[in-house]
């Protein structure tokens, strides 16, 4: 089951094309989907982390933040206040 859902988040194909070693994949992406919601995946992660921390497997001062995740304010790009656009320099100098 979890070779399955790993299957499937590595390759980030469709539930339906999960090769049927790892099961029926209605019923992986079932469990998966019940694990996600009732917080399983997040402990699981905890223990990994606290385990590795121990063992000073983890380097805490390295740091990385996917930009595919982080959302900017509208104001971040730049945008003007209720949107009217700025005329460019070469028609304020006519």
């Not at 539930?15 to 995946?41: C, I, N, Q």
């Not at 380097?59 to 104001?75: F, K, L, M």
């Amino acid at each position: 089951m979890i070779n399955g859902i790993l299957w499937k988040l590595s390759t980030g194909a469709a539930w339906r094309d999960l090769p049927e070693r790892y099961g029926p994949w209605k019923t992986v992406y079932e469990r998966f989907r019940r694990w996600s919601a009732d917080g399983t995946w997040d402990r699981i992660l905890s223990r990994v982390q606290q385990h590795s921390d121990a063992v000073g497997t983890v380097d805490w001062s390295i740091v990385c933040v996917d930009s595919t995740t982080v959302r900017a304010h509208q104001h971040a790009a730049g945008a003007r206040k209720g949107g009217t656009a700025r005329r460019s320099d070469a028609r304020e100098a006519d």
